[in-house]
């Protein structure tokens, strides 16, 4: 089984010797000072003192050796290797890339990272660029690797860059991106509503309240998608529901299938009514998803990538722009 298969299933103090080997001393007897090397160590920075009479001499500080912390940087963009790939519907994908297995991503809940891939060149000659962010699904601690999930769609021009690459190949990476900075318990509940490949950000905060025993945060998603065989990660949803009775996962479709025992059709004013928490200073909703579902639940983003303003079913329930939050 493939190693991308397994990970879905689940300042330092300097020391001396003694300084003083001899034990010679100064005449003087008020003062005796030894006339070997006092060494003295303060916040990580070791300091070596020579004394001697009448001078005092002090060699420069040694400072530790610092390399990064981790992969991310937000300032430059970087190529990091696929290492494999793995199918999770007939139109979603999900890609391992690999780097130092010392370091973490450098990935905040929740964030995202930002990733380009050359498309042709402008007039002048330079290369031309297509941008998309991306909400990695792998454990932001985890070292040396992160996952994406992405769907390919037939006009998709950064999608269909991901589908045509193999292992070895290299994608262009730059961030992270902070969206809303989740801290433990900062809502006594939390609800979510996703339409397709939108559930990335949300299983990033599932994930994070519900590997902290000390996170009570209630969570209740709503998430839509066209068929049955279109629910990504359902498995691993379903597994994180059975296993933790503080996450409650409703699933709607627009085309069920003959057996199928979820809801049907668009996510609704009733399946909101139901699905998710009262609106209230304590709770929170997370929206994500296509445009159109976006402005059926919450509206949209205003064109400067701000917030904007709570319409759509949302602000007919009685939601305020506090309470929600637009990925």
């Known amino acids: 089984m493939s190693l991308l298969w397994k990970g879905l299933r689940k300042a330092v103090p300097i020391t001396f010797s003694h300084a003083f080997r001899g034990k010679s001393q100064s005449t003087s007897t008020n003062f005796p000072i030894p006339l070997g090397a006092i060494a003295a160590i303060s916040g990580g920075v070791s300091y070596f003192y020579y004394f001697s009479e009448p001078n005092l001499v002090y060699l420069d500080p040694i400072k530790e050796e610092t390399g990064p912390k981790s992969a991310l940087d937000p300032k430059k963009w970087q190529a990091f290797k696929l290492q494999e790939k793995a199918t999770v519907s007939h139109n979603t994908h999900i890609y391992r890339f690999s780097f130092d297995p010392n370091l973490k991503l450098g990935l905040d809940v929740a964030s ?26 792998s454990d932001p601690d ?24 193999n292992p070895g190949d290299t994608i262009e990476v730059k961030g992270p991106v902070e969206k809303v900075r989740y801290t433990p318990n900062m809502k006594t509940h939390i609800g979510m509503i996703a339409g397709g490949s939108g559930i990335t950000p949300m299983l990033q905060v ?3 309240i519900l590997k902290n025993p000390d996170d009570n945060t209630k969570v209740s998603l709503v998430y839509g998608n ?23 996962v409703f699933y709607t479709v627009d085309n069920p299938s003959k057996y199928w025992v979820g809801g049907e059709g668009y996510i609704s004013k009733d399946m909101a009514l139901k699905g998710l928490p009262a609106p209230s200073e304590d709770t929170l909703i997370l929206v994500c998803g296509p445009p159109g579902m976006m402005q059926h639940i919450s509206g949209d983003k205003g064109k400067d990538r701000s917030q904007g303003e709570v319409t759509g079913i949302l602000k007919e329930l009685g939601y305020t722009e506090e309470m929600v939050y637009k990925f």
């Open 206 to 208: 599932i994930e994070a």
């Open 112 to 137: 995202c990272l930002i990733t380009r891939a050359p498309l042709g060149q402008d007039a002048e000659g330079k290369t031309k660029y297509v941008i998309r962010p991306y909400t990695p699904i």
């Open 226 to 248: 066209v068929s049955p065989d279109d629910i990504l990660l359902k498995k691993r949803l379903d597994m994180l529901a059975a296993t933790h009775p503080n996450l409650k």
């Open 142 to 165: 985890s070292k040396g690797y992160f996952d994406l999930m992405i769907k390919v769609y037939p006009e998709g021009k950064l999608s269909q860059h991901f589908a045509k690459l």
